[in-house]
Structures are given as C-alpha cells and as structure tokens.
C-alpha cells in the first residue's frame, strides 16, 4: 500500500514567452490515488504546465516538486509515466520494439518488461499489431503505443496529455476503466482533456484560461458552485465570467 503523499506540489507557477504571459501563479496539488484533469481551451496553457510539473519548461517564478523532489530532476522524471501530445515514436521499428526500447530506457526488469508489454498492449488493444512497424500504423494507432509507452514502466504518476484524441468512444470507455483500476491502487495521474465526459470522470479539475486558474474542484463541486447541470456549461460560464471581469478592468 503506498504511503498517502501529494505526487505533485505546484505553487505560484507563472511563465511567459516572449510577452504572452503563459501561466500565471498556478497552484497545483495531486495527491496518491487521483485523478487530476486540466481542462481548457486550445492554447490555455495546459501543456505549458504540464511540461513546467514535469522540468521540461523552466518556469519564471513559483515551484514544483513531484515525489516531493525540486524539479527538474531526471531521476524523478523517469519514474513518471509522460505521454506527450505528439506521439515520439520510432517508425522503422515496430510497436513491441518501441516498448521494449522505452521500457529499458526506463531500467524497466528484463522479466517485468515482457509482462508489462502484454499488459499496455492488451490496455490499449494493439496486441495483434505488437509486431507490426509503426510506420504502417494510423494516428489512432500511434496515440494508443504512445499511451502504452507511458505505461509500460508500471508508474506511479502517469502525466498524459491529451490520451485519448483520435482513439474510438468504445476503447476510450475501456481506457477510462483501466485508468480508474490504476488509481484505486495509489497511483495517480494528471491528464488533459478538450472531452468533457472525460472530465466528468476526473475526480478533481482545474479550468484553465488565459493561463488562468478559473475554477477548480470535483466536478460535482463545481457544477453547484456554478449552479449547471454539466462541466461543459461550468466552462462556459467561468470563461464569460472571466470576460466580463476582463471588461471591467
Ligand atoms: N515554446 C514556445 N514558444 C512560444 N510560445 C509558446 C511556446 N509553447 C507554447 N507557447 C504558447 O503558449 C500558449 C499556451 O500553449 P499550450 O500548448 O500550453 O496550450 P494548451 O492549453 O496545451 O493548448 P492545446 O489544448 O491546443 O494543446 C499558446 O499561446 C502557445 O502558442
């Protein structure tokens, strides 16, 4: 049983480009067992932030731990299950090389590796292409060996963005089942989401807008506190809200 700590701690997190102000003093806390989505639109800043959680961006100002270890740090960063919005996958080869090259990157036991492949695979429904190239795979195909990918080092914390484009409503169901079995075991994961069933299913969401935290909460929270019956109609709500106060200024 994993002790109950908070996997990641963000506090203050602020970051720009140039003079676009990306994220501004985010505040970020997911504890064992959850699962955490980011919710926003096009260009919000989520994968800014994740990649900021993650040591990948360097931050302006505020902090980051996971495992509570300052980040960046690589050894923490390889014990975290990333799936990136686009696919890094190598073509040539085929998708059980591709796991088994990421999952010894990732020092992943030569016994656990073979079982931990049959596993990811299984989850993802690709193991009667395991030992296809990947250059013959359609783009769903690929979303699915980038999620196995990140699965196959048996994390405990999965950062996943955007896991589920491209990939049909039945294995998105099957997908969801699976990361929920994954969470009553301790782990958890933070994962971004356009799919608003997908955040219904979150048990905690931040609102991201204008690298804003707009709102945050557990959905059924937030749809109270907004007094709607759905999150699409918190999200509208929040982002005219933020409008309007905009306005004001
Ligand atoms: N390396 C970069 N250099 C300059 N601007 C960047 C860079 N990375 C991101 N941005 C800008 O930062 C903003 C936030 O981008 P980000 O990718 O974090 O958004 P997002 O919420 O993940 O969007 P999406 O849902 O489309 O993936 C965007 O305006 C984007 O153009």
């Avoid at 919000?44 to 996971?66: H, N």
């Avoid at 013959?136 to 980038?146: A, I, N, T």
Wanted: proline share 3%; aromatic share 6%.
């Amino acid at each position: 049983m994993n002790m109950a700590i908070d996997y990641v701690i963000a506090k203050q997190v602020s970051k720009h480009f140039g003079h676009h102000q990306v994220l501004n003093q985010i505040d970020l806390t997911l504890p064992t067992g959850t699962i955490y989505g980011l919710i926003g639109p096009s260009g919000a800043g989520k994968t800014t932030l994740i990649k900021s959680i993650l040591g990948m961006e360097a931050v302006d100002s505020g902090t980051v731990k996971v495992m509570d270890t300052v980040m960046p740090n690589r050894a923490v960063m390889a014990q975290v299950g990333y799936m990136a919005q686009s696919d890094a996958l190598y073509e040539t080869l085929t998708a059980r090389e591709n796991l088994t090259f990421f999952g010894q990157l990732m020092s992943v036991p030569k016994i656990k590796l073979a079982q931990m492949i049959d596993y990811a695979a299984g989850l993802v429904d690709l193991t009667s292409q395991l030992d296809q190239r990947v250059s013959g795979y359609s783009g769903g195909m690929k979303r699915r060996l980038s999620l196995a990918i990140a699965l196959v080092q048996d994390p405990q914390l999965l950062i996943l963005d955007e896991p589920t484009v491209g990939i049909d409503p039945e294995l998105r169901q099957q997908i969801w089942t699976e990361l929920n079995k994954l969470k009553s075991t301790g782990k958890s994961m933070l994962v971004t989401t356009h799919v608003m069933d997908e955040a219904e299913r979150c048990d905690y969401l931040m609102l991201i807008r204008h690298g804003i935290a707009l709102a945050e909460g557990t959905p059924v929270a937030l749809k109270q506190q907004y007094a709607v019956d759905t999150i699409e109609q918190v999200f509208l709500k929040a982002g005219r809200m933020q409008d309007a106060n905009d306005g004001n200024r």
